[in-house]
């Protein structure tokens, strides 16, 4: 069984990047259908749920949501608190830190066989079940990487590591998270966006550590809407690569798109 870990900002800070989905009503109610859908999955792949909110919002409605429409009876825990992070380090390194926090109050001393499943708290993830019922025993990191030669952005942002959804042990977690925010939009940083600036790390651990895996087994299937882009997660376009992708991990996993 594993604990999914949403992370949330009901909240966006007004120089927090650009953020295209920032009403904090739209916001909220994202955040509460993610929850219900999760409720819902079977407790064989997922028994507990840490909601991590980082602008100090209300969370009355989503308490009420884990107490009222909670039909298998999952574990809910609420980690809520006012960011102090600069607002021009961006929404990547907020995370991060939201992240950090988690891992000190929540699951930092548990045992390294408890399997932690990071969500952008407003993306359901449709197939989370097979997601967790796919990945390796042994696995401490996992994360999708896409880098592949010579098509350069067709296909998303090459050299990337998409942090949407993250699988870890406290142990992966202390390996490849734990601090890595001074790497992400700070003036010594790698770079201001997280995906990018994560990935030189975890391009060269996938070479080194045989529990460190660069790839999900099975293709995640996404709801939402992406809050700096506006993009349909399950538009017709993305749903077109999405079964690209799922093909390719198939018949071609070393193509990681």
Request: net charge negative; aromatic share 10%; charged share 25%.
């Amino acid at each position: 069984m594993s604990t999914l870990v949403m992370t949330a900002t009901i909240v966006p800070a007004a120089g927090a990047g650009v953020t295209l989905r920032a009403d904090p009503g739209l916001r909220r109610r994202d955040y509460e259908d993610a929850l219900r859908f999760y409720l819902g999955v079977r407790s064989s792949a997922l028994s507990r749920i840490i909601f991590c909110e980082n602008s100090g919002a209300d969370l009355s409605t989503l308490r009420e949501i884990a107490e009222t429409a909670n039909p298998l009876g999952k574990q809910v825990e609420f980690l809520s608190f006012v960011s102090d992070t600069p607002e021009e380090y961006g929404k990547g390194h907020s995370e991060l830190d939201m992240l950090d926090r988690a891992y000190e109050a929540f699951f930092g001393d548990l045992a390294d066989t408890e399997k932690y499943w990071k969500v952008t708290g407003r993306l359901i993830i449709e197939n989370i079940a097979e997601l967790i019922e796919t990945t390796p025993a042994d696995m401490d990191f996992c994360i999708d990487i896409r880098s592949v030669p010579h098509i350069g952005n067709l296909l998303g942002t090459n050299d990337w590591a998409d942090t949407r959804i993250i699988a870890f042990t406290s142990r992966g977690y202390r390996d490849y998270l734990l601090g890595k925010k001074s790497v992400v939009g700070t003036p010594d940083g790698v770079s201001y966006t997280v995906e990018l600036a994560l990935f030189p790390d975890y391009i060269e651990a996938q070479g080194r550590d045989p529990r460190f895996y660069p790839r999900f087994r099975v293709q995640p299937v996404m709801h939402g809407v992406g809050a700096e882009s506006g993009k349909d997660y399950n538009d017709l376009p993305s749903r077109a690569k999405g079964y690209l992708r799922r093909v390719s991990r198939r018949y071609a996993p070393a193509l990681w798109l």
